[in-house]
Nanobody, 125 residues
Framework: QVQLVESGGGLVQAGGSLRLSCAAS????????MGWFRQNPGKEREFVAG????????YYTDSVKGRFTISRDNARNTVYLQMNSLKPEDTAVYYC??????????????????WGQGTQVTVSS
């Protein structure tokens, strides 16, 4: 089992920044690829960013490229999502998720084995 706890969400004005954190506990964190997803009511969960188990390989959906950065600190069992130049359309509940290493960069929620409880990000215009 891997337990994931997100933090860092909140309300921010358009153009602002937030950094989300996801702390992991349980099985060896570095064995897992990590991803960030987001979801709004009535919509499917959407891939935002992913990182390989080393963090050397990163993946982004097109709408956040150049604005969001995923990183991980395996010594601290934590993955981060730095979000800059936020837009109202970035408003969502953000989830971190863990997948077996061979699913690194997967866009599909079903490939991820463990999920956090989510943190709300609201961007006002």
């Amino acid at each position: 089992q891997v337990q994931l706890v997100e933090s860092g969400g909140g309300l921010v004005q358009a153009g602002g920044s937030l950094r989300l954190s996801c702390a992991a506990s349980g099985r060896t964190f570095s064995n897992y690829a990590m991803g960030w997803f987001r979801q709004n009511p009535g919509k499917e969960r959407e891939f935002v960013a992913g990182a390989s188990w080393t963090g050397h390989n990163t993946y982004y959906t097109d709408s956040v490229k150049g604005r969001f950065t995923i990183s991980r600190d395996n010594a601290r069992n934590t993955v981060y999502l730095q979000m800059n130049s936020l837009k109202p359309e970035d408003t969502a509940v953000y989830y971190c998720a863990a997948a077996r290493a061979y699913y690194s960069g997967s866009y599909y929620p079903n490939d991820y084995e463990y999920w956090g409880q989510g943190t709300q990000v609201t961007v006002s215009s």
